[in-house]
């Protein structure tokens, strides 16, 4: 039993010294990959598959270009990290959608709804989820004898004088809004006073003036 112990512990040893060393020549083989491929950049080569490349002024012959081509696909499948070719940030996630606010719920204290519009709840929270579901349903009514229970009532008019004590619920009236007030009407123009006494007086000096009793 000892020396079984012995060679599981040997084995997990080595296992964790080969791990780590494969670890390290990956480190050191980056490092030398990643040095090759910096010089192709600056020598103008555009690699096919790494984007976001700074890529210098070069014309490459052929020759030399596949070489460089064979140097990024060992930089890929090393998983090799390129300061000249920084990985484009995540996107950030968009926000989610608020969802829409329900209906208020008026509470009617004492008070019932008359004939029932389907199942009956624990909660108010799912008979009202349940009443707006359905079309029958207008309005909430706690049962105090029936385990407190919440039932969906058809109504839809609350009679407040409940002989058990129940109690109520629906969906307040929204208000109406205000009329817009009349726009006031502009003022009439009022004819002068002293025009009107002198047209008065200038037509009664002429109807005397009919008689021959008009004097200058």
Known sequence: MRLFLCLVVVLACVAL??????????????KRLAKKFSKCLKKGFAP????????????????????????????????????????PEPEPEPEPEPEPEGPTWCRHENSFL??????SFDTLEEAQKACLANIKCNGITQEPYNSGRYTQRKGPDVHDWSPTGETSWTVCDEPEPEPEPEP???????????LCRSILQHAGRGTRSLFGEYQV
């Open 17 to 30: 010294s080969t791990a780590g060393k494969k670890a390290k020549t990956r480190v050191v083989n980056c």
């Open 48 to 87: 096919k598959k790494l984007e976001n490349c700074k890529i210098g002024d070069g014309d490459l012959k052929k020759k030399a270009a596949k070489k460089c081509a064979r140097i990024e696909k060992k930089v890929i499948k090393g998983g090799c990290d390129i300061k000249a070719c920084p990985k």
């Open 114 to 119: 008359y004939s029932y519009a389907g199942s």
């Open 184 to 194: 006031e009407p502009e003022p009439r123009e009022q004819f002068p006073v002293q």
